[in-house]
């Protein structure tokens, strides 16, 4: 399996909310990226980065370590995602 398709884990941060849920593992960006664009379209303050941790669990635990006193985590399919998914 070549890097490109290798699982990742994405982190979908909510600037507005200061909210922040991981999705994954998955092999596909696009709809996300369709997803967030059409809420960035929207005015909402929405970004992502993709993380190749091995585990969703060792993911989150990166991302609280280095920003988790500035977003609150919350599980996927949360408000956050549902609201421009």
Known sequence: MS???APFFLIIVDEDR?????????TDLEPWSRAI???QHE????RCCN????????????WQRHY???YRFLESGSALLLSWR
């Open 3 to 5: 890097d490109a398709e």
């Open 51 to 62: 993380i190749r941790e091995k585990t969703r669990t060792d993911t989150i635990a990166v």
């Open 37 to 39: 664009a059409a809420a």
């Open 43 to 46: 005015g909402r303050k929405i």
């Open 68 to 70: 988790g006193r500035f």
């Open 18 to 26: 200061k909210q922040f849920a991981v999705e994954g593992p998955l």
